[in-house]
T-cell receptor, first 113, second 114 residues
Framework: GENVEQHPSTLSVQEGDSAVIKCTYS??????FPWYKQELGKRPQLIID?????GEKKDQRIAVTLNKTAKHFSLHITETQPEDSAVYFC????????????FGKGTKLSVKP | NAGVTQTPKFQVLKTGQSMTLQCAQD?????MSWYRQDPGMGLRLIHY???????DQGEVPNGYNVSRSTTEDFPLRLLSAAPSQTSVYFC?????????????FGPGTRLTVL
């Protein structure tokens, strides 16, 4: 089945710097890769996603890149702000149904003012 | 629309007790799922349903049962609670079981088993 590895587990940056979180997946049949942000005590919320027929997608300060050959995808946050501090999860579709998501273990991002 | 709702928000059980975590959505979504979230482990899929009357196992199904008698509701049953089931449980739904549909999460249920 699908397995998703996420690195780093913690990341601390200064306000205004960039942050990069990387994920690898194992199932070449996976074709949908969302990223979720979870603030303390809250539910996960989708911030950006990418489909297998696209190499890169941007939404303001957030971008995601996908390398299907190498089976890895990354989240890039530019000009970080304190409100970006949260836990970020990557996921890949698979695991019995294409509607299922297999999640990485998360990255705790801290943005210091 | 209320979106995805879960009850209760908090629950404390004793080992061996049973209970049902409720999940409902009012978006007419076909696909629903249950995850558990433990510190450092991310979200792990327990069970999922691609439509009313259809359920299947996810990554960590042992100790849990589900049913899907209506499109709106997807309850999760703990048959005999164990301390290892202490976790935060999230229900999620998406329009279909096809890849690429956004999954919407409920607010979660924090369960403690003593």
């Amino acid at each position: 089945g699908e397995n998703v590895e996420q690195h780093p587990s913690t990341l601390s940056v200064q306000e205004g710097d960039s942050a990069v979180i990387k994920c690898t997946y194992s199932d070449s049949a996976s074709n949908y890769f969302p990223w979720y942000k979870q603030e303390l005590g809250k539910r996960p919320q989708l911030i950006i996603d990418i489909r297998s027929n696209v190499g890169e997608k941007k939404d303001q300060r957030i971008a995601v890149t996908l390398n299907k050959t190498a089976k890895h995808f990354s989240l890039h946050i530019t000009e970080t702000q304190p409100e970006d501090s949260a836990v970020y999860f990557c996921a890949a579709s698979g695991g019995g149904s294409q509607g299922n998501l297999i999640f990485g273990k998360g990255t705790k991002l801290s943005v210091k003012p | 629309n209320a979106g995805v709702t879960q009850t209760p928000k908090f629950q404390v059980l004793k080992t061996g007790q049973s209970m049902t975590l409720q999940c409902a959505q009012d978006m007419n979504h076909e696909y629903m799922s249950w995850y558990r979230q433990d510190p450092g482990m991310g979200l792990r899929l327990i069970h999922y349903s691609v439509g009313a009357g259809i359920t299947d196992q996810g990554e960590v199904p042992n100790g849990y049962n589900v049913s899907r008698s209506t499109t709106e509701d997807f309850p999760l049953r703990l048959l005999s609670a164990a301390p290892s089931q202490t976790s935060v449980y999230f229900c999620a739904s998406s329009p279909s079981a096809r890849w690429g549909d956004e999954q919407f999460f409920g607010p979660g249920t924090r369960l403690t088993v003593l």
